[in-house]
């Protein structure tokens, strides 16, 4: 399953996600693919309100890792811009939140550590409108597609 969405604005980016999250359940993993500025935290802040979080979301750049306890399970929120070697991303326990389905996890720049994403994940690729518009385009794509 495929689809491609127009998204005007923040709010719109924010809603889709809320939307999207709401089928969310233990040991899924959603993947954010797209350039700087392309909407992948403003997404993040959407679904992990949606899940019940209730703290102010910000990209985890520096810690790479944010965990947040959502209403029915634990968020984890990865930034991996900065992720230079995958053995970091083991330290932090990367492997046990994809493979441990205690929670769901958000994994920003996905594209950066393609090869420890699992299949199954959902993908969501977010950019910029053509043409000059302000708005972004997000193509999320399911598993088995
Ligand atoms: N659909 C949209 N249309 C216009 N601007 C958007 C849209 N979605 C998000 N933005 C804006 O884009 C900017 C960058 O978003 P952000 O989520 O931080 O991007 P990223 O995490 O991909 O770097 C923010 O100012 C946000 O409000
Ligand atoms: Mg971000």
Known sequence: MERTYLLKGQ???RRAAEKLAQSLTPGDVVCLYGELGAGKTTFCQGALK???VKERVTSPTFTILQQYQGKDFPVYHFDVYRVHDPEELFEIGFEECMEGRRGVCFVEWAGLVEELLPENAIRVFL??????EEGRVMRVVYPGD
Do not use: F, I, N, Q
């Open 11 to 13: 709010e719109e980016t």
């Open 127 to 132: 950019s910029y409108e053509e043409d000059g």
């Open 50 to 52: 949606a899940l019940g």
